[in-house]
């Protein structure tokens, strides 16, 4: 184990290098780096230091991320890796659950024949509560109520938009997919050395991004179906023949805004990466082009 002792007797001459190399970008943890750079050889074979420039640093592994303390490092990644788990097994849970809308439904039809206003429509009043995949409603036209259950697929495949439903449950289930995937590439930079980009900090910026637009889509395409195709309308009225229903109220559901939740915890993933000291991977910075047999080491 080098010491920081032994990294003071490093040439400052390897310092300027790395910071022309864009490998550190201030002196505050070089004593770091430079005990990383002594234990990987970060010299030649002549013991010289490199320089930045064509056709250098070929002998040499690349240490991109040594400057933040490796137990703070550990830290932030574990707790993403862990936001991300939960973001998985909540996604999973919910996408089957019916509890994405609940509303009132007024049967119109009974409520015209009697002229009901004010407190006379609470007799007309039934209840709707659905999620992607099944829900349950409850029939109120003067008579008392009547619950029934449903299920999308394949009772109500021909009354509803299915493509853009279908959409929906897919876009779900690569929140879940993509969520996994990033809580398992969290604990490997937590716990490991990657030596491939999109195993580092690519990787990390890739999935979390994915799952973030995945959740964004998600809430976007689930409002429009209800607003815009009118779904919770489409369900109460589907092959009725006596009444016609409309909405007299509907809010989304817990599930909705779990999955709301699930896109702001992703986007704290993102937070927490940067805090980690890895920059954004595509901000147009030119970056030094490394040949050589040597791999490249992330961490």
Known sequence: ????????????????VLMECR????????????VSVIQFGFFGPDGVPPTCG????????????????????????????????????????????PF????????RTGAELVNATGAELDQFLGELSY????GERVKQCGLGGRPSRFSFFPDLLSGIPAGLHVIIILFCSVVVLFSS?????????????????LQGPVGLYLWTCICCVTSCLVLILFACEVKIHRLSELICNFKE??????????????????????????????????????QFPFQGKKDVELSGGAADLMY
């Open 54 to 97: 064509p056709g250098s640093l070929t002998w040499t592994p690349l240490l991109l991320f040594s400057i933040m303390p490796n137990r703070q490092k550990q830290v932030l990644f574990c707790s993403a890796g862990l936001l991300s788990l939960c973001c998985a097994l909540s996604a999973a849970v919910i996408t089957g659950l």
């Open 181 to 197: 995937v990033a809580s398992g590439f969290f604990f490997f930079n937590t716990f490991g050395r990657p030596y491939e980009t």
């Open 1 to 16: 184990m080098v010491t920081a002792g032994a990294a003071e007797a490093v040439s400052s001459d390897l310092i300027q």
């Open 241 to 278: 023949e006596n009444f016609v229903f409309q909405m007299y109220s509907e809010r989304y559901d817990s599930c909705f805004w779990i999955f709301f939740l699930i896109l702001v915890l992703h986007g704290l993933n993102l937070v927490l990466i940067r805090l980690a000291g890895i």
């Open 100 to 107: 994405w809308l609940r509303g009132a439904v007024l049967c």
């Open 23 to 34: 490998i550190i970008q201030n002196t505050e943890y070089s004593w770091v780096l430079l």
């Open 131 to 134: 999620g992607l995949f099944h």
